[in-house]
Nanobody
Framework: QLQLVESGGGLVQPGGSLRLSCVASGFTLAIGWFRQAPGKEREGVSCIGISGGITTYADSVKGRFTISRDITKNTVYLQMNSLKPEDTGVYYC?????????????????????WGQGTQVTVSS
């Protein structure tokens, strides 16, 4: 049974930066970040595989967000730069329990079995 805890959210002005952290209670083969804005469906943001060998990003965040992993701390980070109001939402980290063909599909939230409680990110002036 894996537990995930996100932190680092907050209120930031457009163009600002935040770094989110996801701490896992144990080793994970992959960690994905998803977000959900009010009235919208949850969408995949980024994912990182074991040792950082695989990284994926949604088109909307490429060039602005960077995902990284510290295996020794069971922690994944999401550095978010040049934030836009449309980045607003609750950000969740998630991990799969088994291999389903790929570790980091952002269009398959169902592939992820363990989810954190979420951290709120608000981008507004």
């Amino acid at each position: 049974q894996l537990q995930l805890v996100e932190s680092g959210g907050g209120l930031v002005q457009p163009g600002g930066s935040l770094r989110l952290s996801c701490v896992a209670s144990g080793f994970t083969l992959a960690i994905g970040w998803f977000r959900q804005a009010p009235g919208k469906e949850r969408e995949g943001v980024s994912c990182i595989g074991i040792s950082g060998g695989i990284t994926t990003y949604a088109d909307s965040v490429k060039g602005r967000f960077t995902i990284s992993r510290d295996i020794t701390k069971n922690t994944v980070y999401l550095q978010m730069n040049s934030l836009k109001p449309e980045d607003t939402g609750v950000y969740y980290c998630a991990a799969p329990s088994r291999f389903r063909g790929s570790w980091c599909r952002l269009d398959r939230a169902g592939d992820y079995d363990y989810w954190g409680q979420g951290t709120q990110v608000t981008v507004s002036s």
